[in-house]
């Protein structure tokens, strides 16, 4: 079994409830696991169960550095990809664009300024080179969103 080695999380199941009361899936379980996988790669995912519902993979190097308010962001970013998935008009979207969506979504849910805290703290602590600029222009984009929110 794939995630045998993960522990189940509680934290942040009301905003996880309330996210899937309003995109209106109620009826698909979004399940938490810290992931016990440490390596200079920060990784959280999103992946969809083969018989409906989603986990969200955290890993703990990821989970332990975060503050709570973070935390939230990151659930609610992930989220955010659920929310995004039925848009098919935003499949032309490359994956930061994506993920400017998910953050946006975020921002409702967990504050802006913690999702920039967030973005802000991933890009210092994440040792791969090839998410950084990934990061830098997500930030920028809701700092510009932010001056009109
Ligand atoms: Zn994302």
Sequence with gaps: MLYHDGIISEENKDLIDQIR?????????????????????????????????????????????????????????????????SKIHLYDLDRTGLDICADIFASKYAGIDAVLSLLEKLYTLDQDDREVPDYKIRKAALEAIKKIW
Excluded: W
């Design 21 to 85: 009361m309003n995109l209106k899936i109620e009826d698909l379980p979004v399940t938490v696991f810290m992931l016990p996988y440490n390596s200079d790669v920060l990784t959280a995912q999103l992946v969809a169960h083969p018989d409906g519902g989603y986990f969200i993979l955290i890993s703990s190097n990821v989970n332990e550095k975060l503050t709570q308010d973070e935390r939230k962001a990151l659930i609610a970013h992930e989220m955010g990809h659920i929310a995004y998935t």
